[in-house]
């Protein structure tokens, strides 16, 4: 038999590629065929595209090759580039407006992003599916980890980001995380009403930082310090997913962060979807590589699927 001649790593890859045809049948539904609101109330002719992308750097595919947007960091090995071509493969021909961008937060939902327009412009009656990835840089991930590894040097075996962000006796982070959470649910009330009939996937953040909590020397944190921090991915993942489960029946929630456990920048540089904060080339530090990107596309595409 052919099949028993094939190895592991075939096998797996055939596995991921039937996955990914199979998932982009639902996005053939939803891109082409109106929902049960749509149906009973005809939407306004609208010019517009059918998908539009949201969200920041991890939805841009920054550090990645192929460049769309120099200054966005976007990419064509995005995960809403991903899905866009998985639809191409079984022969849906559709808009994506790839409205992404490398830095933004809610903010940028709303207000300009250098010359770009606010994200929201992209949402029009027209829109049938609308995915979502933003929160991370209200809280200041970025700057999180500068400050942890700069204060890493004060005590290698404790938590002293942990002690710098609690120092008040409140967790700054989880201050930031809650006012996050506010702001994403304003985000999806407005799309609801840019666009009443488009299922909405909330897709979260990947597992960064070792889900056991114990580090590795090549990311320059204190050691007590993984825990915290993947403590925090953890709690900004489930404020989003609490919003989405909040929004109504046609938003849910993608869970990037399961499918990428084990996976994270402390990994073998083979095995990472993360990478490290001495990113290989064309990646970004502490955000996907384009293992990565496939892996959140998959955990969208069976949101899709699913709804």
């Known amino acids: ?41 005809e939407a306004p002719s609208t010019d517009g595209p059918a998908y539009v992308a949201l969200g920041d750097s991890y939805a841009s595919g920054a550090g990645l090759a192929g460049v769309k947007d120099k200054e966005c960091d976007r990419t064509t090995g995005s995960y809403p580039s991903l899905i866009s071509r998985f639809a191409s493969m079984v022969g ?12 933004a937060t809610t903010n940028n939902y709303w207000n300009p992003q250098g010359s ?3 994200q929201a412009d992209a949402l029009t ?5 609308v995915t979502l990835t933003m929160g991370g840089n209200d809280v200041g991930f970025s700057s999180v980890l500068a400050t942890c590894a700069r204060v890493a040097a004060t005590n290698r075996e404790g938590t002293p980001c942990k002690q710098y962000f609690t120092a008040d006796g409140k967790d700054v982070l989880a201050e930031r995380v809650a006012t996050m959470e506010g702001r994403v649910h304003d985000v999806l ?5 840019r666009s009443p009939h488009a299922k909405v996937i ?18 320059p944190f204190a050691k ?9 991915t953890k709690q900004a993942n489930a404020a989003l997913r609490r919003q989405a489960s909040a929004d109504g029946v ?10 990428t456990v084990g996976h994270d920048m402390c990994r073998p540089r083979e095995e990472r979807w993360v990478e490290s904060l001495t990113p290989a080339a064309d990646t970004a530090a502490a955000h996907p590589n384009a293992s990565g990107q496939f892996a959140m596309a998959i955990a969208t595409l069976r949101q899709i699927y699913k709804q």
């Open 116 to 118: 770009k327009a606010p």
């Open 92 to 103: 849906l021909k559709h808009t994506l407006d790839d409205a992404t961008c490398s830095g």
């Open 189 to 193: 009330a407005d799309i609801k009403r």
């Open 250 to 259: 046609n938003t849910s929630y993608a869970d990037t962060y399961t499918p």
């Open 1 to 41: 038999m052919v099949g028993s001649n094939s190895s592991p790593g075939s096998q797996s890859r055939t596995r991921r590629a039937a996955a990914g045809v199979l998932a982009a049948s639902a996005v053939v539904v939803t891109l082409s065929a109106p929902t049960a609101a749509a149906r009973s109330t």
């Open 125 to 129: 009656p027209r829109t049938r599916l």
């Open 224 to 232: 007590g310090d993984f825990a915290y921090l993947r403590d925090t």
């Open 202 to 219: 909330v897709v979260g953040y990947p597992a960064l930082f070792p889900d056991d909590g114990v580090g590795c020397a090549e990311v």
